[in-house]
């Protein structure tokens, strides 16, 4: 998607985009935002052509008044020039429990959003604030070691076998970090 000025939500991209020349606001799901992504994510390679700036994994440029929330990207992402960034290229705007991931991006920075690691992102205490047990990410926590836990941030209006796919589910294989 190129420029966002409305509601983006529940969406996800896994496509590569790649900028040609010295184009700008190049995101892994919307170059320029002046509106709200939400509850979305971003798992392709983003690239920027040489002079190409504002390149993020999710968002190139989040400009007044326009918030990212509740989002993560994994994918690779580079660029040449300056503004370049793992989840947020550039920003003016609101950036909130957003996360990219550290590794496979390649980018230890981000305009905006968390840096975390793909062990880190595969964790749930990464969305539950550790003491807190609130989040704003929608998880369904299993009782047993060994079990799934799964990011269901989908809306729960539906019965529980009409909800949508989970964002991602992870093997709880270590107990002990989640107080167990």
Not at 103 to 109: A, D, E, F, L, V
Not at 152 to 169: I, K, N, T, V, Y
């Amino acid at each position: 998607m190129g420029d966002n000025y409305g509601i983006v939500q529940l969406t996800y991209s896994t496509g590569a985009v790649t900028g040609s020349g010295a184009s700008n606001q190049i995101g892994g799901l919307v170059g320029y935002n002046e509106g709200t992504v939400q509850t979305s994510y971003s798992t392709g390679s983003v690239t920027g052509g040489s002079g190409s700036s504002e390149i993020g994994g999710l968002v190139g440029y989040n400009d007044v008044p326009a918030t990212v929330q509740t989002s993560y990207s994994t994918g690779a992402v580079s660029g040449v020039s300056g503004f370049v960034g793992g989840l947020i290229g550039e920003n003016n705007g609101t950036v909130s429990y957003s996360f990219w991931d550290t590794t496979t991006s390649g980018q230890s920075t981000s305009a905006g959003g968390t840096s975390e690691t793909t062990a880190q992102m595969l964790q749930q205490l990464t969305f539950v604030p550790v003491g807190t047990g609130a989040s704003n990410w929608d998880l369904r926590l299993e009782q047993a070691c060994g079990d799934q836990w799964l990011c269901e941030r989908w809306p729960r209006q539906r019965g529980p076998d009409q909800r949508r796919p989970a964002l991602f589910s992870v093997a709880v294989s270590d107990c002990s970090s989640e107080g167990r």
